[in-house]
């Protein structure tokens, strides 16, 4: 198939190594700027909302995704009227808006923290009153690696808070002071030979750890949830999904915490595609994130989600260290002349941006070195994974 992916960042260059591994093609549409996909395909670079624009990109797609939700809506939904868009338009206009996110997560029966909107200064007053403080202020869309958001400890700073974030439309969320953070990742498809039938699989739980808002750390599988809350938790995301009729990856992320009725996961958001935390996957499971998103926008059958044992997943954010940046051109060019045919049909990707050694990857995307900026991660898996990641990490 031609796989038309909506962005040009390091998850579709992900996607396109794991498609490429299956046989597909790929076109990409990025908006002006830099992009890490130029060597995976044609490239449709502009304004988003330029309707000659998307019908070029369109011609000869056969399925659409997104690596990204924060896309004109209006977008996702022209596209989709040209060839199927897997997830739909719907789930991004879902994930793209707090405050139906979390009415959404309600119904599905997870926890959420107290919420309010604050659609303009005015609202500020009423929402304070109902969640209190310390609370978070987050504007509705376009947040991601801490961006958007602000923390307010004297209600008397809430419009200094509100003036900084741009006086745009707001959530004001109660302040979650959790023990660890964990996602959740499923992936949900239709089978060809039971195109009624949709499947769902989970990846075991991931356990993440930030750094002034951004992704650092993922460990697999998170210590210290019961298997009773796993599986409501489950159940719920299987509930949403169904609900969405969702086609590919979805992750969630939650706040662990331990309460005086007993430990709780409180939903926080929710990313309608591949996500930063199930990176370990290409090494660490027999089918990763990235192929099983492949599968099911092309409704093959999906790959199994088991582990190759423990995982953990360090990013490379800001710079590269020399070190790793040594080891991944040392390695890389083996890996590079892998053929096609050589990579087996549910596991690791043609990924010729990876690096190898003691059974740490290193994965460079190309992009330029900028602060706060993802420019890579390393993977390791097995025994001693933790140890051996940070060893590896800090050279």
Known sequence: ???????????????????????????????????????????????????????????????????????????????????????????ARV?????????????????????????????LASALGHVGVPSMLKTLGQGYDGK???????????????NQLGKVPCILEAFVDFDFEISLIAVRGYQPNAPSQAMTYFYPPCQNQHINGILH?????????????????RVAMEKMMETLDYEGVLCVEFFALHTPLGPQLIANEMAPRVHNSGHWSIEGAVT????????????????????????????????????????????????????????????????????????????????LPRAGRKLGHITAVGENAPHRAERFWNG
Not at 60 to 87: C, I, K, Y
Not at 218 to 225: E, L
Not at 316 to 324: K, N, Q, S
């Open 148 to 162: 958007g958001q602000r923390c307010i400890n004297d209600a008397a700073r809430a419009a200094d808070a509100f």
């Open 288 to 367: 990763s994130q990235f192929t099983n998103h492949v599968l099911a926008i092309t409704r093959q059958p999906l790959g199994s989600t088991a582990t190759h044992g423990n995982a953990v997943m360090i990013n490379l954010v800001g710079t590269i260290p020399a070190h790793l940046q040594a080891q991944h051109s040392m390695n890389s060019h083996a890996r590079a002349g892998m053929l096609v045919d050589d990579a087996p049909a549910t596991g690791a990707a043609l990924d010729q941006t990876a690096g190898q050694l003691d059974d740490v990857t290193v994965h460079i995307y190309g992009k």
């Open 95 to 123: 994930a793209k808006d707090r405050i139906q996110e979390k009415k959404f997560f309600q119904s599905a029966g997870l926890n959420v923290q107290k919420f309010a909107p604050v659609l303009c200064e005015a609202d």
């Open 217 to 233: 750390k993922t460990s697999v599988p998170a210590q210290g949830v019961s298997s009773a809350l796993l599986q409501h938790t």
């Open 1 to 91: 198939m031609n796989i038309g992916i909506v962005g040009g960042g390091q998850l579709g260059q992900m996607l396109a190594h794991a498609g490429m591994a299956l046989g597909h093609s790929f076109r990409f549409l990025v908006p002006e700027g830099e992009c890490c996909v130029e060597s995976l395909g044609q490239v449709f670079r502009g304004d988003l909302s330029d309707t000659k624009l998307l019908h070029e990109f369109a011609q000869g797609v056969d399925v659409f995704t997104f690596e990204w939700e924060n896309v004109p809506q209006a977008t996702l939904e022209s596209l989709a009227n040209m060839a199927p868009m897997r997830p739909s338009p719907q789930c």
